[in-house]
């Protein structure tokens, strides 16, 4: 003998009869998914930016021109030098008022510069590193908000079977689905974040290590400099 089904199934009929605090919990998970979405499209930009920048001044750095040129080129410029650019002005800069100083060391001129990119570089890793722990909090707690909905609803789905004599599928079938659309929220909200706090934090990690290359390479330029 075949049980009829005659609840409305879809996914907002199962939102909309949701208990109070199921539909709380599916509220705050999308209202998080949104928010890591958001981030993650700044993120895209921010590190593609980054690394475009990086590419784009090694290939200037590196063509053997006059370092005086280069820094004159980004201090016109209107715009913040960022990334690579960034260190290397820090750097540069300090360098230069440090030799307008007379009787100055030569190891307490590069121990200046080194700080002051140093400096720079802390600041652009910052930037960086924006927005990533939010991605790393929303992959790692958003599955156990869902679990909690669904637990609820599941609880308050087998309340309910308490006040009838014989529970049937059609009774209890609308409750535990409704129960379970809180975990399936939870996973849809946590799994880009993972994804893209993975793929971000190793695009990061990439950028820092070319960083620190830098800011070795141009250290030993500008001490065979002095």
């Known amino acids: 003998m075949t049980i009829a089904v005659d609840n409305d199934m879809s996914i907002f009929s199962l939102v909309a009869g949701a208990s109070l605090p199921v539909q709380l919990v599916l509220v705050v998970l999308i209202i998080t998914s949104l928010f890591s979405w958001w981030y993650i499209f700044i993120k895209l930009a921010t590190i593609k930016r980054a690394e475009t920048g990086a590419d784009d001044f090694e290939n200037a750095f590196w063509t053997g021109g006059d370092l005086n040129k280069l820094f004159e080129g980004l201090t016109a410029n209107r715009r913040k030098p960022q990334g690579m650019a960034s260190i290397f002005e820090a750097g540069f800069k300090e360098y230069a008022r440090h030799k307008q100083q007379p ?8 121990e200046g510069s080194r700080r002051a990119m140093r400096a720079a570089y802390n600041r652009e890793l910052d930037e ?3 927005h990533l722990p ?3 909090s929303v992959g790692s707690v958003s599955p156990y908000i869902g679990l909690f909905g669904t637990v609820w609803g599941i609880m308050n789905a087998f309340r309910g079977l308490s006040s009838v004599a014989q529970a049937t599928l059609s009774q209890v079938a609308p409750g535990i689905a409704e129960a379970l659309v809180a975990t399936a929220i939870g996973l849809f909200a946590a799994i880009p974040a993972v994804i893209a706090y993975n793929r971000f934090a190793s695009s990061v990690d990439r950028l820092s290590v070319r960083y620190e290359s830098f800011m070795e390479e141009f250290t030993n ?6």
Do not use: P, Y
């Open 128 to 130: 960086l590193d924006a």
């Open 134 to 136: 939010f991605l790393a």
């Open 221 to 226: 330029i500008l001490q065979r400099k002095s």
């Open 103 to 110: 009787r100055m060391e030569i190891s307490d001129v590069m």
